[in-house]
């Protein structure tokens, strides 16, 4: 109770109030000047240079199109002769900022609703009647149980299903990918940006980009940078992975376009960086569930107007445009703020002599650093410490000055 009494005591009735200590010392002072030094660096350096803090900056508004070009063939048992165009492999035909190019499938041909037995497997498999419950469906269940167990094929038996018939065997992923040739396959990025704040618009189709160019133009970091036509094999080498390999089982994509401007240069330095990087990562000891696949079906109806489908379960690479970026431009606002919290850490103070005069090489004052070291870290602290702080009793006590120094 004595302490907080006497801390509660302290607060209300001490008063302290800054001392100027001049210190002669080749050390302290080479120290002061060093902070100084380092802290003009990173003001001007860092603050201004590197980050340009003169700057108001803006975030990017983007719009993004795309369009895929390639045309192959493919000669199956299943299919037969069959030439694959844009309209047959990306699917849908718009989506936003992203694109499906189909590259593997399993297709389970003129399905009809009716009665089927079940693909074997673990939870399938039968011996009798008994081994199956009538009406169940399960999550992987291709249809509704009728309860009865069926000949699959030779001696094996599986469960009954009311389902759309032959149900669609997927146990086995066609190897190599049906549509391997998709790595020659081109894909046009077409990306408007806007910095709302500076009313500033582009595209990555720039300017001095003719027709001529762009039809024969296909982008390289190197030889080609702002070519915005890319070849989907080269996208997913430039990522770190092979497309034969990522076309088996599909996978996703980004196409990253990074607008970074300084509005007060010309505008034709505003410029699209590209990079690339697989967002569905890929981990080899933990391979559950990998790739990007769906389903989907196209319909119709023979001479009888009996309905049938045919069964798409399509394994491809989805291209995600992921488009980021900033913009900045002069302003005196963020200019005075960045100037003012450097001198702030100046310490923007004017050092005094006994006289009264303003001493001349004690203007800019690293206080809150310097007064650290030297009182807490220096072999002279405890005499430096004296110097610093002096004690004041009130004179109504009695007190005389040479008691008051401690």
Request: aromatic share 12%; hydrophobic share 40%; proline share 4%.
């Amino acid at each position: 109770m004595a302490g907080c009494c006497s801390v509660l005591a302290a607060f209300l009735f001490e008063y302290d109030t800054p001392r100027i200590v001049l210190i002669r010392s080749r050390k302290v002072g080479l120290m002061n000047r060093a902070v100084q030094l380092l802290i003009l660096a990173y003001v001007i350096g860092w603050v201004f240079v590197w980050e340009r803090g003169y700057q108001e900056v803006d975030s990017v508004v983007s719009s993004v199109t795309t369009k895929a070009k390639g045309v192959t063939m493919t000669n199956t048992s299943q299919l037969g002769f069959r030439i694959w165009d844009v309209a047959d492999y990306v699917i849908p035909a718009q989506e936003e900022n992203s694109l499906f190019i189909m590259t593997n499938m399993i297709v389970t041909m003129n399905q009809t609703q009716g009665l089927c037995p079940e693909i074997p497997d673990s939870t399938t498999r039968c011996e009798s009647d008994a081994n199956c419950s009538a009406g169940s469906t399960g999550t992987h269940s291709s249809g509704v149980a009728t309860g009865r167990c069926v000949p699959f094929q030779g001696t094996v038996k599986t469960c009954e299903v009311a389902a759309w018939c032959p149900v669609e065997n997927d146990i086995e992923v066609p190897k190599p990918a049906f549509l391997k040739a998709a790595e020659n396959f081109t894909l046009l990025v077409k990306n408007n940006i806007w910095y709302p704040k500076f009313n500033f618009s582009k595209r990555n189709i720039l300017p001095n980009i003719t027709t001529t160019y762009l039809k024969s133009c296909i982008y390289d970091a190197v030889t080609a940078p702002f070519c915005p036509i890319f070849r989907l094999g080269k996208i997913v080498a430039d990522a770190g992975h092979s497309f034969q390999d990522m076309a088996i089982e599909g996978g996703i994509m980004g196409i990253q376009i990074r607008w970074d401007c300084n509005l007060d240069r010309a505008a034709s330095h505003c410029l699209p960086r590209y990079s690339f990087r697989r967002l569905d990562t890929r981990d080899l000891d933990h391979n559950v569930s990998p790739g990007y696949n769906f389903r989907f079906a196209k319909y119709y109806k023979d001479l009888t107007g009996t309905e049938y489908r045919t069964l798409i379960k399509a394994y491809g690479i989805r291209f995600d445009i992921i488009v980021f970026g900033k913009a900045g431009k002069f302003d005196i606002i963020p200019t005075m703020i960045n100037v003012g919290s450097g001198l702030a850490l100046l310490g923007v103070i004017p050092g005094t002599e006994k006289q009264g005069l303003t001493h001349p090489g004690s203007f800019f004052q690293t206080t809150v650093l310097c007064d650290i070291i030297v009182l807490y870290c220096t072999k002279k602290r405890y005499y430096y410490r004296e110097k610093k702080y002096k004690y004041v009793e009130d004179y109504e006590q009695g007190i005389t000055d040479s008691e008051m120094d401690r």
